[in-house]
């Protein structure tokens, strides 16, 4: 038996909600099909800023990145980075996300190491629209996906300009004027929305597939998979 530890580091609070439980399942599900040992995987550890650093920060946006990762090592093996593509992956890929790739390889030596990034075309309001399936389960409606306004096929959900607000009004949709929209906010569902959407669905996309394919490849050179 091997420990896989995982980490993430994301934009937003929000991200932290949804992403973890996502990226653990993902995780599980290659493992499970590919691991040439019984994997026990970790919850995934929240990189964030403590308040100060938030308000007062001293250095640029990498350097207090890696510092807050460096800060973390022995606690994971994999470090998901997240960032929103904005309409654009390979510029969020060579802009924000190869700068902390290598600055972290100049910072340690660590084989036990590697960071993947997850960057959804637009933001990662978009996954959370692509199985009507699980939008049904977790808020709790009969409505089809034509009501809900689902994008079909799914992959169009990246081309929602504001997936957020999407999302939002899907919500709002769902719950009308009642007390309980009242009660509870769209970002309440999240983590229950990122242990409920289907994976098949998700690697419909693009831009999931392709983090999919880099965190095999990483749990690969690793060790973890055959």
């Not at 470090?79 to 924000?96: I, K, N, S, V």
């Not at 709790?140 to 929602?160: A, D, F, R």
């Amino acid at each position: 038996m091997r420990y896989l530890g995982l980490a993430l580091y994301a934009e937003g609070k929000t991200d932290y909600s949804f992403l973890p439980p996502l990226l653990r399942r993902l995780s599980e599900s290659i493992c499970l099909a590919s691991a040439n040992t019984i994997i026990d995987i970790g919850d995934v550890h929240p990189l964030t800023f403590n308040q100060s650093q938030v308000i007062h920060p001293e250095r640029d946006h990498t350097t207090r990145v890696i510092e807050l990762i460096c800060k973390a090592q022995g606690v994971f093996n994999i470090l998901f980075y997240h960032t929103d593509g904005a309409g654009d992956y390979d510029a969020a890929f060579e802009q924000r996300f190869r700068p902390i790739t290598l600055a972290y390889c100049e910072r340690t030596d660590s084989l036990d190491e590697r960071l993947v990034a997850v960057i959804p075309i637009r933001e990662m309001e978009a996954w959370t629209l692509v199985d009507g399936d699980a939008i049904r389960s977790v808020f709790g409606t009969t409505m089809s996906n034509k009501e809900l306004q689902v994008p079909e096929p799914c992959h169009l959900v990246e081309s929602i300009p504001d997936p957020k607000r999407h999302l939002e009004q899907m919500y709002t949709l769902i719950v009308g004027s009642a007390v309980r929209a009242r009660r509870a906010k769209v970002s309440s569902f999240l983590s229950s929305l990122g242990e409920s959407v289907s994976l098949e669905v998700l690697r419909l996309l693009p831009a999931f597939k392709k983090m999919e394919e880099d965190l095999t490849q990483a749990l690969c050179q690793l060790g973890y998979l055959s």
